[in-house]
């Protein structure tokens, strides 16, 4: 099981390098590339037709701006694709990252993470594999324990 973290732009991987750290905390391999679905269109088709026969089970892209690329790799690809709008030097505040990958047309979807949500990006790619992968759900559920004890230590604290 392989996880496919792909961005428009370098400047695009202080975001989604919290993807890749989640994933390798969740002990899942990693593919990360730049594909930018403007400047490198060859690029895109061949990734996105191809990324299922190379291992991929999930595919992480980032966008800013125009944030055409999670929607063109869904669009020629079987493989589900989070996408993560990243609020870029060229943004309108997020909005134009959001709503390029919020609003796919019916038969091409795209799950979309919050702005510059690469953290929640790889969790969601995590829960995909591990909805068939044992040792990949067990360290989500280690995870996910992991919040609720934060959080109820937290409350305790308040009570001190």
Same mark, same amino acid.
């Given at each position: 099981m392989k996880v496919a973290v792909i961005m428009g732009s370098i400047s695009d991987m202080p975001i989604m /390098?919290?993807?890749? %750290?989640?994933?390798?905390? $969740? %002990?899942?391999?990693?593919?990360?590339d730049i594909v930018s679905a403007h400047r490198t269109p060859e690029? &895109? $088709? %061949?990734?996105? /037709?191809?990324a299922h026969t190379r291992g991929i089970s999930v595919v992480i892209a980032g966008a800013g701006?125009?944030?055409? &690329?999670?929607?063109?790799?869904a669009s020629m690809s079987p493989l589900p694709?989070?996408?993560?709008?990243?609020?870029?030097?060229n943004s309108i %505040?997020?909005?134009?990252?959001?709503l390029s990958i919020l609003q796919?047309?019916?038969g091409v979807p795209v799950a979309t993470v919050a702005l510059n949500g690469a953290k929640n990006a790889?969790?969601?790619?995590a829960q995909i594999i591990g909805s068939h992968n044992k040792s990949v759900?067990?360290?989500?559920?280690?995870?996910?324990t992991g919040l609720k004890e934060a959080v109820n230590i937290a409350a305790e604290s308040l009570q001190k």
């Amino acid at each position: 099981m392989k996880v496919a973290v792909i961005m428009g732009s370098i400047s695009d991987m202080p975001i989604m /390098q919290e993807a890749i %750290d989640i994933l390798k905390a $969740f %002990d899942i391999e990693i593919e990360v590339d730049i594909v930018s679905a403007h400047r490198t269109p060859e690029k &895109l $088709f %061949d990734f996105s /037709q191809n990324a299922h026969t190379r291992g991929i089970s999930v595919v992480i892209a980032g966008a800013g701006g125009a944030a055409h &690329l999670p929607g063109m790799v869904a669009s020629m690809s079987p493989l589900p694709v989070i996408g993560v709008p990243i609020k870029s030097s060229n943004s309108i %505040d997020g909005w134009d990252s959001i709503l390029s990958i919020l609003q796919m047309p019916g038969g091409v979807p795209v799950a979309t993470v919050a702005l510059n949500g690469a953290k929640n990006a790889g969790i969601l790619a995590a829960q995909i594999i591990g909805s068939h992968n044992k040792s990949v759900l067990e360290k989500v559920i280690k995870y996910k324990t992991g919040l609720k004890e934060a959080v109820n230590i937290a409350a305790e604290s308040l009570q001190k």
